[in-house]
């Protein structure tokens, strides 16, 4: 179910409406908000995915894949994947507040903000998706935002699932924000502001489509 607007702080809903974000990441920023604060990060150096022979799928993960124990969606439950984001067990305090979660929704209805669902083979469609992620696309660039599982390995495959479908369609950035450990074991890599911010001209020129 979409975010409420009277659960939301007006101002800074007004600060995150399309144009703006539009406009953030089109320039090498993304908003998060924490404990009531409305917050804009560009990291440098900036973490991304490679698109070509780079991108690696672990021995294991790529069995999970291949044996097709889960079965990936996309746009299908947009909210519930974001809703799912912001609920990770054991997770630090989320900034996926409900205005960012009602911007991002606004996103969404425009064609700009996407959602990775992954659901048991078994169980297509039924209930809560058990794994997956959301981001934002324009031109050849994907801005991943966020993953969530709660079965085993299921936010791995959302994820193995998105870089082949960003493959497929022309892409040419995955942009992470930050190169964490466990991103590592896939070939995330670092890029430092410059570099990024060119590398982010040349994808925003190219005519890609996700959905």
């Not at 144009?19 to 990060?41: I, K, S, T």
Request: charged share 20%.
């Amino acid at each position: 179910m979409p975010t409420d607007p009277r659960q939301c702080d007006p101002e800074i809903l007004r600060v995150l409406s399309p144009r703006n974000l539009v406009y953030a990441y089109a320039h090498g920023l993304f908003p998060m908000v924490q404990d009531g604060e409305l917050m804009w990060f560009s990291p440098d150096p900036r973490g991304a995915i490679p698109l070509d022979e780079r991108f690696h799928l672990p021995r294991r993960l790529a069995r999970t894949v291949r044996g097709g124990r889960y079965v990936c969606t996309v746009n299908r439950r947009f909210d519930d994947v974001v809703r799912l984001c912001a609920q990770r067990p054991g997770a630090a305090p989320t900034w996926i507040s409900p205005e960012i979660r009602l911007a991002y929704r606004r996103l969404h209805e425009l064609g700009l903000a996407h959602s990775v669902e992954a659901w048991p083979r078994d169980a297509l469609e039924q209930g809560h998706p058990v794994g997956g992620l959301y981001g934002v696309a324009l031109g050849g660039a994907f801005f991943a935002e966020s993953m969530f599982h709660t079965a085993t390995d299921a936010g791995k495959v959302a994820l193995a699932f998105l870089v082949n479908r960003l493959r497929e369609r022309g892409f040419s950035l995955l942009d992470i924000q930050w190169t964490t450990p466990n991103l590592l074991q896939y070939g995330a890599y670092d890029l430092p502001r410059p570099l990024y911010l060119q590398r982010l001209a040349a994808a925003l020129r190219q005519d890609c489509t996700f959905a």
